[in-house]
């Protein structure tokens, strides 16, 4: 699945989640824009996660979208601060950032 963000029909301003107002201007029309790719800001590693089926890390970061937002993804494969990175939904609805090739 494709990430959505939401842009306001009044002034442009993206955010991610969902708003019932916008912060910059008080629109509540949004219109949906997918974002495709993102830059990789911070990442981290979660090593211990209340309720995990399994024991194994988890790397997720903060990531720069190309429609505007930031938003937190789990990253699959190996990606450093700075890489450009592609942004998918999966079956759990969680962000994944994947490497781009
Ligand atoms: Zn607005």
């Given at each position: 699945m494709t990430l959505k963000v939401f842009q306001c029909e009044q002034c442009g301003s993206t955010v991610f989640?969902?708003?019932?107002?916008?912060?910059?201007?008080?629109?509540?029309e949004w219109r949906e824009q997918v974002a495709e790719r993102g830059i990789v800001d911070e990442l981290t590693t979660v090593r211990r996660r209340v309720?995990?089926?399994?024991g194994a890390d988890v790397v997720i970061a903060s990531v720069t979208t190309d429609a505007g937002p930031i938003v937190i993804a789990r990253l699959e494969g190996v990606v450093r601060a700075g890489d450009a990175v592609g942004l998918a939904i999966d079956e759990q609805n969680r962000v994944l950032a994947l490497p781009i090739a």
């Open positions: 989640p969902a708003r019932y107002l916008c912060f910059e201007c008080g629109g509540a309720g995990a089926q399994d």
